[in-house]
């Protein structure tokens, strides 16, 4: 009977899989030691034998051999045996056996002919230390998941005080380590790893980022789920994967990461990207995302410091987003900052500074250009133009380079108990153009403590940003100014003054308006929330999370007294595209000896939320259940506004309203501001969600919330929405076993309904008298109080219908995981501002519900590693996102048809109510409709092609209109990559968009060549004659393909590990954004306002687009 | 699961019967609702006022450029590219409009919201305490909204009536003899509550001489709006408002300064106008950012503008801070040579509204611009374009296309953007430039609707299209005593439908009758200016797209 699996039965090995014969082995041993232990003694069999350092296994074979005795054993047990050195002469089995076995942790019993080898018991207390093992000395190497060295990873022997720390190249050395001994390895961002030592010399650990931890966990609405059993779509961003730069705003360090988010930057500091997730979800000014941070939902992003961010999540189908009711139509953002750790006490510092330059100019006429293009239309310039000067004055507005810089220092740590992390960031970013800048202070603190032994958990979360936001007065204005100041004008006349000419209509020297007007924001955003988590029998776990946001804002604006010079009569707003949005007289604004605007609003926003978490296992099933409340108090806009003019002195700014005399100037009012913006809301939800799991193979979440909010009208405060997901984790099934494709698959369908409940005021379902102006009355004028809106009792939010059908998978040893959706997204009931007829409804608007809107798409995101080779890792991730969006419907209550809203009023020369965009069903948000460009006639004049299809030269505004292509993209693409060498790092981020038209209405505005003797046109400009004075007629000719694919970001880091014994990394990188654009877009960038109702509009609101260089270090202690 | 399900139903069940937790509605005490407003007297009448604040917006901007220049009394061109605004102005003078222009959908816009505001406030008046102040209220507003209701059949003909606050049915057109017998029924219904008097108190808010005046204008018109001729039924209303006792003509010595910013409810003649005040955001009344040229804003004062620290008064010199440069009025609208023709009479008082040929400072020195050769005249071509030119401001008779080295192009309506083409074309600043206002150019000057002067010319025109003469007055007589107080030429011996037409243009220039009054004499369809259209159907103007498309039931007017 020869059982020895390892000697006997090699064949068996080939056919089983190693765990399959390990598992035959031990039952075979188990059995036979069971049967046949009998009896110890009653064997006398003597030999000699002499081995030096021999394995114990070959001692068997030898004593085997020399005795006939078999040895059974378990190949395991010999894992920790020690070799063996004997010499002994016939000697009795027994006796050798004891030698043998003497510092063996194992032992041995004597059945029959047989020799059963067993792991000895642990020693009793009384054993002398001589008896044990001697300790040993561990050593091996940390790294991550990429495989790169970790330094500074701590390890300590478990219930011992003391440790070591790897080095440089992630390696350590620990001695004097038990060989039972299990040890810690724990690294701040990372999860903590516990390894028993059992006997090893050489342990290499892999460590897994916290945030990997927590990419297996994903967090949702009112708690975390695993990645795995998800049925939903979500999206979950790293922090080494957000966007790298000298970056202010979330949003942007989202843009081009999650597949389905449509993200559009400004170059402006002080405004934030707009964000469109998976398509706009309604035509009533379609906002962005509803961000929850740290679980405190409608919280401010601009608290949020980047570097203090641990993951964000982006909850995109109604399955994940539908736990937040009727503020979820447009997608959830979740954003988890970083926590202390156990046991890791650790102080960051990261650091950078940043040089910004101009990427891309517009191509106008200097002073040659202009004066070739002059004198071949027979043209001549006014003397009051006319300096001899050569001036851009582009470079005249902005900074030949911008400069910032942003520190931000952590600590953290935690002991059994508890757990903090405090953190400060400053802030300094230089805009562009002159004057505007950014500085913002944000200071954090979150501590965790555990209490009744460990079965309470109260958290704090105490974070306050300050903002100081410095923005070019009168910016558009200053925009359009600049690009149609001719360059033969100097910026300053010879005597120091501004050069003016107020001969030209609307022509204002922009550098002065710049020197003689102050704009300036300051806000302060506090969150304070205090949670309280608390295990209870059952599985069952109770939050309650309490929370309070405030925002102050103190604006101030001055225009001193050179303003006064400015004719009142022409001086227009050059406002943002929009509907209903036109340019305004802003002359009177600036009243007499300087006038001055200051303001000061507060918001807050107080939120209560508890819920139960039920978490239970029932064998193969498993059921996690929450039941919650949610409680929201919103106030905004308490506070007050007002102006003074007439001012002693220019120095005074806007800080001194009361030395001003506005009552000398007896048309000039103070200006309190807008009627209406004290608004307060309340939402009021109860929720419940469950998730059931069978075997991990078969998923099931279905959610329900009904939400309540005090902004719809009476007959519709409450609704509900419901969703279901279901998965099926196919690659667990026991029919994938036998394929190697396939790592991990996952089917995934869901369907739910979310609300919007955004994007209009708080009282716009009810009836509200306002002042409407003032009227004559007995000698005086009054004020007229009147109905500013109707009351509207159905008013509801809109209702988003989403379908989504995923698929998540892994090949190649998982090498590459990549995941597909496709979605349906359908809203009715889309809240609008709809135009009804006055003698209806005074002012002709009313909000309703009414219209639909969809949004169909696919989306994939692909991850994969190609190249890990020693030294040399390469990393790639791809994401791409198609979407189709049209309108299906503009019919609301009030009319039986209401379509085909022209809007985009950009107002160029003699062009005042030309639109360049349609709201109409079967349309796309954003539809081009305008003129069609046919090239000159025989005399050179611009002509189009009328609506019945002949050509004309005088179009007429709508009926020679055509429908002219969409804004938005078909296509959007983020590439990053991510190389390691040694100590090197190199990321690269590509960005794409594509299949997107934009309407170059700047370009349009500045070819009107029959006035270049007044105002600069571009060099692109100079083949149209003079003559041609519909050339700049917004048509197709300035409609331009918006594609576009930016390299965005090149950062390359050097990482040092372990410097002296106080330095425990150490990082330094160079990162580059926005090196090249490739695009046939021929304005300043192609990257345009996305959001809101009128995307892709070029229209001299351009803020100029940078190319940043940056220098970072980051030091943890 | 089922008991699960049970304890999540039971959970939401107490949570729902938590209502304390569940009250999602908050107070407001940031705005007036209808619990707190309006509830006293002082609030009722404050409550009136959206009404007036609607009828004031758009009639001294849009409704007269609607009605203005779609007549022969004056024309707004382009000037290299500026003001052609999508040919909005040309369509209007040339009577190529159609359902997009922009003037036909605002003013349709302006006065159905006029009309909404309305309805609205008489809903919102319905709970005040009855009495006669109730009554005499509810009646002002009838009156207002029949003013709108009968403006819009002179213009649009066939419009959909709407009238009681709440309703959303669509209504189709009401055609326009059915208009016509409505707007008669509801002033009818009113004069009996509507104050007789005049003055402070009553001005800005029409009195049954308003509602009489209105309806002695629909009488005059009838012909054009039912077909059938009420001249005695005019004649009748014109009466009641001689009658009253409470109008006079202005006399020459005041005729100018009736339209002046100082004007108000001293006016004798003003039976009803809207007053108009520069301190309000929205008193959107500018005549003189049209009117008057660009080179005149000093002159004028033109929003505030001063002469500065620079003595010279030569206009357009380039000196910083001369002040000579700012608050530049557009300027670019004109009279008509064919309407300024009936302006022949050099003893008449009303020629003095008129800006023509060489222009002066108040104290008599010449008006000086300067400016370069190729700026006065952008077809010059001799060897220094960019010289000096220094001329006196010259206010030529209008408008005329010159070569297209000047920028000219008939194409486009543009007469090029040279000194020679701004100065085509003689201005009108009856509705003087407000030289009070030094922030805006909003204007002070009230614009009358109705005065006592029309009453007397509808009456004479009335009795020779056939109606009754009464109260011993002829048309001869009634059309003499008006021009005892124009002119100091002997009276009229005779007179003819003709010469009372000449009368009206010389009365009512500016006060957006002139279209009224051509349609009423068959004169709608000449040629004038560049206009050769002879269309009848354009006596009505179409049915605006943002009404078609509010409202489906509505159908369009014939020939659009």
Redesign the interface.
């Known amino acids: 009977m020869q059982l020895n699996c390892h000697v006997e039965a090699p064949l068996l090995r080939v056919f089983l899989r190693p765990k399959i014969c390990l598992a035959m082995r031990m039952i075979v041993v188990m059995l036979t030691v069971a049967c046949l232990q009998v009896s110890a003694g009653g064997y006398s069999q003597k030999l000699s034998l002499s081995v030096k350092r021999q394995s114990l296994e070959e001692v068997f074979r030898e004593i085997k051999q020399k005795t006939g005795y078999v040895f059974w054993y378990k190949l395991d047990m010999l894992k920790h045996a020690r070799k063996v050195t004997i010499s002994v002469f016939d000697q009795e089995l027994v006796k050798v056996l004891d030698v043998i076995f003497k510092d063996q942790p194992l032992s041995y019993e004597i059945v029959d002919k047989t020799i059963a080898i067993k792991v000895k018991e642990t020693a009793p207390p009384a054993l002398d230390l001589a008896s044990l093992p001697p300790p040993i000395t561990v050593s091996g190497k940390v790294v991550d998941e990429k495989g790169g060295p970790l330094a500074g990873v701590s390890i300590q022997v478990k219930g011992a005080t003391g440790g070591v720390q790897t080095g440089a190249d992630g390696s350590f050395t620990i001695p004097g380590v038990k060989e039972s001994a299990v040890l810690v390895f724990s690294y701040v961002g990372y999860q903590a790893q516990e390894v028993a030592v059992s006997g090893r010399t050489s342990i290499n650990i892999v460590l897994r980022a916290e945030t990997q931890s927590l990419g297996d966990m994903v967090v949702v609405g009112y708690g975390r789920a695993s990645r795995k059993n998800l049925s939903s779509s979500v999206s979950t961003v790293k922090p080494e994967d957000l966007n790298k730069g000298a970056i202010s705003d979330v949003g942007q360090l989202l843009q081009g990461k999650v597949p389905g988010l449509n993200i559009s930057a400004s170059g402006d500091p002080n405004k934030t990207a707009a964000v469109v997730m998976r398509g706009a979800s309604t035509v009533n000014s379609p906002g962005g995302p509803f961000y929850v941070i740290d679980g405190v939902p409608g919280a401010d992003i601009s608290i949020i410091a980047p570097d203090d961010i641990a993951s964000i999540d982006v909850l995109k189908d109604a399955a994940a987003t539908a736990i937040y009711g009727n503020r979820a139509a447009s997608g959830i953002i979740m954003v988890t900052t970083k926590k202390g750790r156990k046991g890791a006490t650790q102080v960051t510092y990261s650091g950078y500074v940043g040089l910004e330059q101009v990427s891309r100019k517009l191509k106008l006429m200097d002073t040659t250009q202009l004066r070739t293009y002059a004198r071949n239309n027979?043209?001549?310039?006014?003397?009051?133009d006319?300096k001899n000067a050569n001036t851009d004055w582009q470079s005249a507005i902005e900074r030949s380079s911008a400069f910032s810089h942003n520190h931000n220092l952590s600590f953290s740590g935690g002991g059994e108990h508890s757990n903090y992390i405090a953190s400060i960031n400053y802030l300094d970013k230089q805009g562009i153009l002159t004057g505007s800048e950014l500085k913002r202070v944000i200071a954090r603190l979150s501590i965790e403590q555990y209490a009744l032994k460990d079965h309470v958990k109260f958290g704090l979360n105490v974070s306050n940003s300050n903002s100081n936001a410095t923005n070019v007065p009168l910016q558009n204005i200053v925009l359009i100014q600049m690009t149609k100041h001719l360059p033969i004008s100097p910026v300053k006349?010879a005597?120091g003054?501004?050069?003016?000419?107020?001969?030209t209509?609307g022509y204002f020297n922009p550098v002065a308006m710049i020197h003689h007007a102050q704009d300036n924001t300051k806000y302060n955003t506090l969150v304070g929330s205090f949670t309280t988590e608390v295990k209870l029998p059952f599985g069952l776990t109770y939050n309650l999370n309490l929370s309070y946001q405030q925002l102050n804002s103190l604006h101030g604006e001055f225009y001193d007294s050179y303003y006064s010079?400015?004719?009142?009569?022409?001086f227009y707003t050059n406002p943002d595209p929009g509907i209903g949005i036109t340019h305004q007289?802003i002359?009177?604004l600036f009243?007499?000896n300087g006038s001055a605007l200051r303001s000061s609003y507060q918001n807050t926003n107080k939120t209560l939320e508890t819920f139960?978490t039920w978490n239970r296992q029932f064998g193969a099933h498993s059921?996690n259940?929450v039941?919650g409340?949610s409680?929201q108090?919103n106030i905004i806009g308490d506070g007050f506004q007002s102006t003074s003019t007439n001012f002693p002195a220019d120095n005074i700014g806007y800080n001194n309203l009361a030395l001003g005399v506005p009552y000398a100037?007896?048309?000039?009012?103070i200006n309190f501001g807008n009627d209406?913006v004290?608004?307060?809301?309340?939402?009021?939800s109860?929720f419940?969600r469950?998730n059931?799991n069978y075997n991990d193979k078969y998923l099931l979440q279905a959610s329900l919330r009904?939400d309540?909010?005090?902004v719809f009208g009476a007959n519709n405060?409450?609704g509900y929405f419901p969703s279901v997901g279901v998965a099926w984790r196919i690659g667990e099934e026991g029919f994938m076993k036998a394929q190697n494709l396939f790592s991990d698959l996952k089917l995934r369908g869901s369907y739910g309904v979310t609300g919007n409940s955004s994007g209009f005021g708080?009282?716009t379902a009810?009836?509200?008298?306002?002042i409407?102006?003032?009227?004559?009355?007995?000698?005086a004028?009054?004020?007229?109080?009147?109905?500013l809106q109707?009351a509207n009792p159905n008013l509801k939010w809109e209702r988003t219908a989403t379908t989504n059908v995923g698929v998540d998978f892994a090949i190649l040893k998982g090498k590459l995981s990549a995941s597909v959706d496709w979605y349906d997204k359908n809203t009715t009931g889309m809240i609008f501002n709809y135009?009804?007829?006055?003698?209806?409804?005074?002012?002709?608007k009313i909000w309703a519900n009414g219209g639909s809107i969809n949004n169909k798409g696919i989306e994939l995101s692909l991850n994969a590693t190609p190249v890990t080779n020693g030294d040399f890792s390469w990393n790639t991730g791809l994401n791409l996102a198609h979407n189709v969006n049209r309108i299906t419907s503009l019919i609301n209550?009030?009319?039986?048809?209401?379509?085909?809203?022209g809007y985009s009023d950009p107002e160029g020369?003699?062009?005042?109510?030309?639109t360049l965009q349609l709201l109409k069903s079967g349309h796309p948000l954003g539809q081009f409709f305008t003129l069609q460009y046919a090239g000159k006639d025989a005399s050179g004049?611009s002509q189009f092609v009328s609506g019945k299809g002949t050509l004309t030269?005088?179009p007429?505004?709508?009926?020679d209109y055509h429908y002219a292509g969409n804004a938005q993209p078909t296509l959007l693409m983020g590439w990053s990559n991510t190389f390691r060498y040694k100590k090197f790092d190199l990321n690269i981020f590509l960005r794409g968009v594509f299949g997107n038209k934009i309407f170059d209405a700047t370009r349009a505005d500045l070819f009107?060549v029959?006035?270049a003797t007044t105002n600069n046109i571009l060099a692109d400009a100079a083949g149209d004659k003079?003559?041609d004075?519909?050339n700049g007629y917004y048509s197709t000719r300035f409609l331009e393909n918006g594609s576009y694919v930016r390299f965005d970001n090149a950062t390359l880091g050097y990482s040092i590990k372990n410097i002296g014994e106080y330095v425990h990394t150490l990082r330094f990188y160079v990162s580059a954004n926005n090196l090249f654009v490739i695009t046939k877009y021929k304005g300043i960038d192609p990257e345009i306002n996305q959001g809101g109702v009128a995307p892709g509009v070029d229209y001299n609101n351009f803020y100029p687009k940078t190319r940043t260089v940056m220098f970072g270090v980051n030091v943890s202690f | 699961?089922k008991r699960?399900l049970i304890?999540?139903n039971f959970?939401?069940l107490l949570?729902?019967s938590l209502s304390s937790?569940?009250?999602?509605?908050?107070?407001?005490n940031?705005?007036?609702?209808?619990d707190v407003?309006?509830q006293t007297a002082a609030?009722f009448?404050?409550?009136?006022?959206?009404?007036?604040?609607?009828l004031?917006g758009n009639y001294s901007v849009d409704y007269y450029f609607l009605q203005t220049l779609s007549s022969s009394e004056a024309i707004l061109p382009?000037f290299?590219?500026?003001?052609?605004?999508?040919?909005?102005y040309e369509q209007l003078h040339k009577h190529s409009w159609?359902k997009?222009n922009?003037w036909v959908n605002s003013v349709w816009?302006y006065l159905?919201?006029v009309?909404?505001?309305t309805?609205?406030?008489l809903y919102?008046l319905s709970p005040a305490p009855d009495g006669s102040a109730k009554q005499t209220t509810l009646a002002e507003l009838k009156t207002v909204r029949a003013l709108c209701y009968f403006l819009m059949m002179d213009l649009y003909a066939n419009v959909?009536i709407?009238s009681v606050y709440g309703?959303?049915t669509?209504h189709t057109n009401t055609p326009r003899p059915q208009l016509f017998t409505y707007v008669e029924s509801e002033l009818k219904a009113a004069i009996p509550y509507l104050n007789r008097v005049s003055g402070?108190?009553q001005?800005?808010r029409p009195n049954a001489y308003t509602a009489w005046t209105i309806l002695a204008k629909m009488y005059l018109n009838a012909g054009v709006y039912t077909g059938t001729q009420r001249n005695d039924d005019c004649i009748a209303a014109c009466d009641s408002v001689i009658n009253s006792g409470l109008y006079s003509l202005e006399p020459m010595s005041t005729y100018l300064q009736m339209f002046y910013p100082t004007n108000g409810?001293t006016q004798k003649e003003f039976i009803f106008a809207i007053?108009y005040?520069?301190?309000?955001?929205?008193g959107y009344m500018f005549h003189a950012?049209y009117d008057l040229n660009r080179n005149l804003g000093i002159r004028y004062k033109?929003?505030?503008s001063t002469n500065g620290s620079i003595t010279d008064p030569v206009m357009?010199q380039?000196y910083?801070?001369s002040?000579l440069?700012?608050?530049?009025?557009?300027g670019p609208q004109s009279v008509l040579p064919e309407y300024y023709a009936y302006f022949s009479d050099p003893n008449d008082v009303r020629n003095g509204q008129w800006l023509t040929g060489l222009q002066y400072w108040p104290d008599g020195q010449p008006l000086m611009v300067t400016?370069?050769?190729?700026?006065y005249d952008?077809s010059?071509?001799g060897s220094s374009?960019?010289a000096?030119y220094t001329y006196q401001l010259n206010l030529t008779p209008g408008m005329q296309f010159r070569s297209?080295?000047t920028?000219a192009?008939p194409?486009?309506f543009?007469f090029g953007?040279d000194e020679i083409a701004w100065n085509m074309g003689y201005r009108n600043i009856k509705f003087y430039p407000d030289y009070?206002?030094?922030?805006?150019?909003n204007q002070n000057n009230d614009v009358p609707v109705f005065r006592y002067s029309d009453i007397i010319l509808m009456k004479a025109e009335a009795i020779l299209r056939g109606g009754t003469a009464t109260q011993g007055q002829t048309a001869l007589s009634l059309a003499n005593q008006l021009r005892a107080v124009r002119t100091t030429t002997p009276a009229w011996t005779t007179i003819t439908v003709d010469s009372v037409y000449a009368e009206r243009c010389r009365e009512f220039s500016w006060e957006c009758w002139h279209r009224n009054d051509m349609i009423r004499f068959g004169k709608f369809e000449d040629s004038y200016g560049f206009k050769t259209d002879s269309d009848p159907n354009h006596r009505i103007f179409p049915i605006p797209?943002?009404?078609l498309?509010?409202?489906?039931?509505l159908t369009q007017n014939p020939g659009y």
Not at chain 1, 378 to 384: E, G, I, M, R, V
Not at chain 1, 909 to 914: L, V
Not at chain 2, 45 to 54: C, E, W
Not at chain 2, 549 to 553: E, P, Q, R
Request: glycine content about 12%; overall charge negative.
């Open positions: 027979s043209l001549s310039f006014s003397p009051s006319d006349n005597d003054t501004y050069f003016e000419n107020f001969n209509t010079n400015y004719p009142t009569s022409n007289l002359g009177s009243g007499t139960l059921i259940a039941l409340y409680w108090g100037i007896s048309t000039y009012r209406g004290y608004q307060e809301t309340r939402f009021i109860d419940a469950l059931y009904r309540g909010s005090s405060e409450w708080a009282y009810q009836l509200i008298y306002g409407t102006g003032t009227y004559y009355s007995n000698g004028q009054v004020g007229a109080y009147g109905p109707g135009s009804v007829s006055s003698s209806l409804v005074p002012g002709g209550p009030y009319t039986n048809k209401q379509d085909s809203i020369k003699g062009q005042t109510n030309s004049n030269n005088s007429a505004i709508g009926t009107s029959n006035t003079a003559t004075a519909k | 699961m699960i304890y999540i959970s939401l949570l729902g937790c569940h009250k999602v509605e908050v107070a407001i940031s705005e007036l609702t209808p407003y309006p609030q009448n404050s409550a009136t006022g959206p009404v007036y604040v609607a004031r382009a290299g590219g500026n003001w052609y605004d999508g040919d909005k159609n997009d922009a816009t159905e919201n009309i909404g505001t309805n609205q406030t919102i959909p709407d309703n959303t669509l402070q108190a001005y800005g409810p007053p005040d520069a301190s309000t955001t929205n950012r033109y929003s505030g357009n380039t910083p801070g002040g440069l700012n608050s530049q009025p557009s400016t370069t050769n190729k700026g952008a010059y071509s374009p960019a000096t297209t080295a920028g192009n194409s486009l543009d953007n009070t206002n030094t922030v805006s150019r797209t943002t009404a498309s509010t409202n489906a039931t």
